[in-house]
């Protein structure tokens, strides 16, 4: 079975960070896109960064929505078959339950639309005061 499993959420002060983490097992496949979205209640699911894996090795096809550009990086460990979202210079507006999915891909086209992807994580809550 696919599984996506997220921690490290919780509270943290404006200003503080956070590193989010998603552990994976059972991805049928060997290239893929990993992404990670948030969402707030009464809106809808947004990107947040994604970046494209090729035998499980980075292979670009990196970036971020605006919003957290230059605050955000994702990253991937592939001997945890885990992949990392370290959030700095957090706000308020930060403040979601954060995911990640991932989706088969032939080539490095990784988008930041939900739409596009088929296994997700439960989800992990991040809250910024």
């Known amino acids: 079975d696919v599984q996506l499993v997220e921690s490290g959420g919780g509270s943290v002060m404006a200003g503080g960070s956070r590193r989010l983490s998603c552990q994976t097992s059972?991805?049928?496949?060997?290239?893929?896109?990993m992404a990670w979205f948030r969402q707030t209640p009464g809106r809808e699911r947004e990107g947040v960064a994604t970046?494209?894996?090729?035998?499980?090795?980075?292979?670009?096809?990196?970036y971020y929505a605006d919003s957290v550009k230059g605050r955000f990086i994702i990253s991937r460990d592939n001997a945890k078959n885990t992949v990392y979202l370290q959030m700095n210079s957090l706000k308020p507006e930060d403040t979601a339950a954060y995911y990640c999915?991932?989706?088969?891909?032939?080539?490095?086209?990784?988008?930041?639309?939900?739409?596009?992807?088929?296994?997700w994580g439960q989800g992990t809550q991040v809250t910024v005061s």
């Open positions: 999915a991932a989706v088969k891909r032939l080539y490095p086209s990784c988008t930041l639309k939900t739409s596009d992807y088929n296994y």
């Open positions: 059972g991805l049928p496949f060997e290239n893929y896109c």
């Open positions: 970046f494209y894996l090729r035998g499980g090795n980075l292979a670009g096809n990196t």
